[in-house]
């Protein structure tokens, strides 16, 4: 009877562990089908809130790494003191008359505090740091030279936040030139008559921060043009003005005007040019000559011209001076160029001989 009592005892206890490992696998599998029911919007608002946490960590992170750091304040060549300075912190700025107080440098012109006094950035080099006051004047002298020698043009004073275009002396006639730039002693151009904006900090490698001056040499250009040739040429008759120019020797003469920078002059307002020719004419038999000023090389008597004579009737065999003259838009002379051509038109042999020709163009607003 107590034999038999026993094995019951152990079977009921198998049993009672075969029904709690059931339940527990049952309870697992409900666990897991419950994770896998999760939707995909759940997922993806817990990994951003994961992030974020991990970003700000991180940015905690960061600024309890900025740590202080010493560094040297030079003054001069042989003063200076030590200060301590931390990314974000304040520190004293420096003031001097006259000048405008910009921060504390390096050498090679990097800010670690700005003008506000505030410190810009942490420091982790091994080497000590040395750091400089840099300040700006207030105001500059500029001095005005022409072929390496002073000008009598007065010297200019002003601020170094100051538009350059506004107060120097564009546009000023020296003699028959008008200024129209102005450069460093290299001959670089620093500014240009059709610069809109330009400033004295555009330019602080020509700048003495000590003596707040600087020197520009002055860039000119020609507000008239004037040449003339003495070659005699003979003009014969073919029967009317017709299309082709016969003419022995040159069938024109080209006038070049070199020295002249259009571009400049209308960027300074200068609109028109007023173009004069005179021309010692001669006939040598009855007749009418003609005269015409193109801006280009003509192929033919129908290419447009900018002005001509009309007929020049009856000059008689004696040498006479004849005159023309016309008021162009200046943008008719792009090419900076002048040809002017000779004819004769009538019946028989009207020749006529051209014994030198004076042009001159002058510019004007």
């Given at each position: 009877m107590g034999a038999g009592s026993e094995v019951k005892d152990r079977m009921k206890a198998k049993m009672q562990m075969?029904?709690?490992?059931?339940i527990l696998c049952l309870v697992l599998v409900s666990c897991s089908s419950q994770k896998e029911s999760l939707d995909s919007s759940d997922l993806a608002a817990t990994t951003e809130e994961i992030v974020?946490?991990?970003?700000?960590?991180?940015?905690?992170?960061?600024?309890?790494?900025?740590k202080e750091y010493q560094a040297m304040l030079y003054i001069e060549n042989d003063t200076y003191y030590e200060m301590?300075?931390?990314?974000g912190a304040s520190v004293q700025t420096l003031s001097r008359d006259g000048y405008q107080f910009e921060g504390y440098y390096t050498d090679t012109d990097i800010a670690y505090v700005?003008?506000?006094?505030?410190?810009?950035r942490g420091y982790y080099g091994v080497e000590q740091l040395k750091l400089y006051p840099k300040f700006l004047p207030l105001n500059y002298t500029i001095t005005f030279f022409q072929n390496g020698r002073e000008v009598?043009?007065?010297?200019l004073t002003c601020s170094y936040d100051k538009n350059l275009r506004e107060v120097l002396p564009f546009g000023e006639l020296l003699g028959e030139e008008c200024i129209i730039g102005f450069q460093d002693r290299?001959?670089?151009v620093v500014i240009d008559a059709d610069t809109e904006e330009f400033y004295l900090k555009d330019m602080q490698h020509l700048l003495d921060m000590e003596k707040r001056e600087v020197d520009l040499e002055i860039k000119k250009t020609f507000t008239s043009f004037q040449d003339n040739r003495m070659d005699t040429y003979e003009v014969t008759d073919s029967g009317f003005f017709r299309q082709k120019l016969h003419i022995k020797g040159n069938a024109y003469d080209r006038f070049f005007m070199e020295e002249v920078d259009l571009q400049a002059l209308k960027s300074l307002g200068y609109q028109s040019a007023k173009i004069e020719l005179s021309c010692l004419i001669?006939?040598?038999?009855?007749?009418?000559?003609y005269i015409r000023v193109y801006a280009q090389?003509?192929?033919?008597?129908?290419?447009?011209?900018?002005?001509?004579?009309?007929?020049i009737e009856d000059m008689g065999q004696e040498e006479k001076l004849y005159t023309m003259e016309a008021t162009v838009p200046i943008e008719k002379l792009e090419n900076r160029e002048l040809y002017v051509y000779y004819n004769a038109g009538g019946f028989g042999n009207d020749d006529w001989v051209s014994h030198g020709m004076t042009i001159s163009v002058s510019f004007i607003k």
């Open positions: 075969i029904i709690a490992v059931c974020q946490t991990s970003k700000e960590e991180d940015t905690k992170e960061q600024l309890k790494e900025e301590t300075l931390k990314k700005g003008a506000d006094g505030e410190v810009l009598g043009i007065p010297k290299a001959g670089t001669q006939e040598v038999s009855d007749g009418n000559q090389k003509a192929s033919s008597r129908n290419d447009e011209f900018l002005f001509e004579s009309g007929k």
